[in-house]
């Protein structure tokens, strides 16, 4: 799965770490989801998606496709 969460996190001049603590998880775990080494749960993509104010479809793409 793709992600855009490191150009969002840019534009608000957001490091891993201060997502990390608005999502409630680890910035190891941004970072993974950042890099492609993990899918986030939907709860914690809904999650990160309203955080940036936008749909997950927004964020996320399906690389399969």
């Known amino acids: 799965m793709m992600n855009r969460i490191s150009d969002l996190r840019a534009e608000r001049s957001w490091t891993q770490a201060d997502l ?5 998880v680890s910035r190891q775990t941004i970072n993974a989801i950042e890099t492609g080494k993990f899918d986030p749960s ?17 964020i996320f793409t399906d690389d399969r496709a």
Not at 42 to 58: G, N, S
């Open 42 to 58: 939907l709860p914690l993509a809904f999650r990160i998606a309203k955080l940036f104010d936008l749909r997950i479809e927004d």
């Open 20 to 24: 990390a603590a608005r999502a409630s």
